[in-house]
């Protein structure tokens, strides 16, 4: 099967770049390809830099620390071939979909956000700030062009403009398992920051 793999890292201390290069040994070049950043940009232009480089007509984009598990990718491909989705989403609220490693205040910052943005934005889909989702590229493409957010609220942006351009959203169920290695930060900026995304969203769609 052809596949290609791309590593964004933002210069990330954890070692990511490292491992993928000695993937990168072992798959190939044309397997494996290292799309590395001197320093942390932002995740939308992750992707815009992911996409430039990407070679197929669908992507997936998913985190690399195992948080979204490889084993549900099957499910993402067999959903989209059922519907012909534009995009498929995973979902944590959904099905035998759930999280794992979270304490509870993180678990209820994660479910007031996903509840809040269901209220103010009727979004379509039940899960709005996951990141592990399958997308047609062109469409990727035009969704990426179109969004201004940062941060958490990027993720939800692609949602809601897919929505305002009738793309179709399919949805899978699935765990997510906070990071093994590594800390992931959810501080006070994070949640103000969230907040006025979610509003600016609200104002502008």
Not at 25 to 52: F, M, N, Q, S, V
Not at 69 to 98: A, C, M, N
Not at 137 to 153: A, D, H, I, N, T
């Amino acid at each position: 099967k052809t596949y290609e793999i791309i590593v964004i890292d933002d210069g990330s201390p954890d070692g990511t770049l490292e491992v993928a290069e000695q993937l990168q040994k072992i798959y190939g070049e044309d397997k494996i390809l290292l799309r590395p950043r001197a320093k942390k940009l932002g995740l939308g232009t992750a992707y815009i830099h992911g996409i430039k480089h990407a070679r197929g007509n669908y992507v997936f984009i998913m985190d690399a620390d195992l948080s979204h598990h490889p084993k549900f990718i099957p499910e993402f491909i067999k959903k989209q071939r059922e519907g012909g989705y534009d995009l498929v989403s995973g979902t944590r609220y959904r099905g035998d979909g759930g999280v794992y490693g979270w304490d509870l205040r993180r678990k209820l910052i994660s479910r007031g956000a996903n509840y809040v943005t269901q209220v103010l934005l009727r979004p379509g889909a039940s899960d709005l700030t996951g990141s592990f989702r399958l997308y047609k590229k062109e469409v990727l493409e035009s969704l990426v062009e179109r969004c201004v957010s940062r941060g958490y609220v990027f993720q939800m942006e692609m949602i809601v403009r897919a929505r305002q351009l009738n793309y179709t959203i399919g949805e899978v169920p699935i765990s997510f398992v906070d990071r093994v290695y590594g800390e992931s930060k959810l501080g006070g900026n994070e949640i103000v920051s969230f907040l006025k995304g979610l509003l600016t969203l609200f104002a502008t769609t």
